[in-house]
């Protein structure tokens, strides 16, 4: 965690952010890709649920590493309502592009790049001083 720690703390949250929701997008939706390739099509729920916790581990190994360096009362950049806003729009960032590429009938429409456009809004106003 030293090597972490000495680096940007500002970018490093957000990288950390970044890798996090990547795996917690593939933890809530890529089962959903597995079972429409018919590679989980036969496995019980409990099967599918143990598989995106594991998933979701991970997750959790990059997403609470990120809060702690990031926010600053642990001497980060970052208040509490600016990482989760953060947070918000990469999560959103991520699930587009998962989506894009793993499911060949996600399609973008104007009300989601509306709804993108008001969470961007959203990252401005709580950054405002």
């Not at 972490?4 to 917690?24: D, H, K, R, Y």
């Not at 609470?64 to 360096?69: E, L, M, Q, S, T």
């Not at 009362?73 to 959103?92: A, C, D, H, R, W």
Request: net charge neutral.
């Amino acid at each position: 965690m030293n090597f972490l720690t000495s680096l940007n703390p500002a970018v490093v949250t957000v990288v950390l952010l970044v890798v996090s929701n990547v795996f917690m997008t593939v933890a809530w939706y890529g089962h959903l890709k597995l079972q429409s390739a018919g590679l989980t099509t036969s496995w019980p729920l409990i099967g599918v649920i143990l598989l995106s916790w594991g998933i979701a581990l991970l997750e959790y190994c990059f997403q609470v590493p990120a809060n702690r360096i990031g926010y600053e009362e642990n001497g980060g950049p970052y208040s509490l309502m600016q990482l989760k806003v953060m947070q918000e729009v990469i999560t959103l960032v991520v699930f587009v592009i998962f989506s894009v590429i793993a499911f060949e009938n996600f399609h973008l429409r104007w009300n989601h790049f509306a709804a993108m456009a008001l969470l961007i809004a959203a990252v401005y106003l709580v950054f405002m001083k």
